[in-house]
């Protein structure tokens, strides 16, 4: 069956905010309906992990706004929410662009809940979160005969109104254990899942820059992952797949 995905059933109103993913950073894992939304946005308000090459295909006009929480170039997510409605009440098509998926330890639920208050009309387009393309037979690929898959953050402030994670549930559940934001939390992370009956031995894999062509797999096991990220001088962004 061939997909006729045109412009005509791809509806990017004025006076509209679209959050949507841009995937883990490959062109070629952006979704098609990414894609053409891209071609209609006025406003492109994106983050810094999203991948430049990815906004290359936006309209000649359009407005690009740097929207990333790094040190160097910070913005808040007050300042965001706000740019989302100022340009949406000036009859824009704004397309709010995250890394990943939305749904994926991004703020999105926050700025839905502001678009919300603010009476904005807007739409959520899913795509592809970085540990679905972290996921590689070195890292053990065909996991489907556990039965749980764990995804947690290593960032605490991701959302303030989160609590802690249960590692005590996670090890009792065995399945694969994906973390993002973990490389500066690792001294912690690994600490609590070995208190929590972990082997030390487990195996952890660390996929940085996932479907990108600078990706890197690091292999390591729960023990020695904190020195051996150190050592290498691994940076985020990364993905640790643990089991
Ligand atoms: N919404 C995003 C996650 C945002 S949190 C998603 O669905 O992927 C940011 C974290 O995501 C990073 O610290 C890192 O752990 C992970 N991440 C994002 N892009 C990545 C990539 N290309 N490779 C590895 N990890 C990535």
Sequence with gaps: MILNYSHSNIKFEKNTVIIA??????????????????????IIIYDALVNK??????????????????KKNSCTQSEINHLMVKYANLGKRVLRLKGGDVSFFSRASQEVQFLKENKIKFKVFTAITSSQASVS??????????RTCNFFTGHKKINSSSKEVDYSNISKNKGKIFIYMGISQIEE?????????????????IVKNASLKNQKIYITNLKECTSFIKKNKITSPAILIIR
């Design 21 to 42: 993913g841009a995937g883990p950073g490959s062109k070629k894992l952006v979704t098609l309906k990414l894609k053409l939304i891209l071609k209609l946005a006025d």
């Design 53 to 70: 090459n990815i906004l290359k295909d936006c309209k000649e006009k359009a407005l690009l706004i740097y929207a990333g929480k790094t």
């Design 137 to 146: 037979e070195t890292n053990r690929l065909f996991f489907n005969k556990k």
């Design 189 to 205: 992370v690994s600490r609590n899942l070995q208190k929590n009956q972990i082997s030390p031995d487990e195996k952890v894999s």
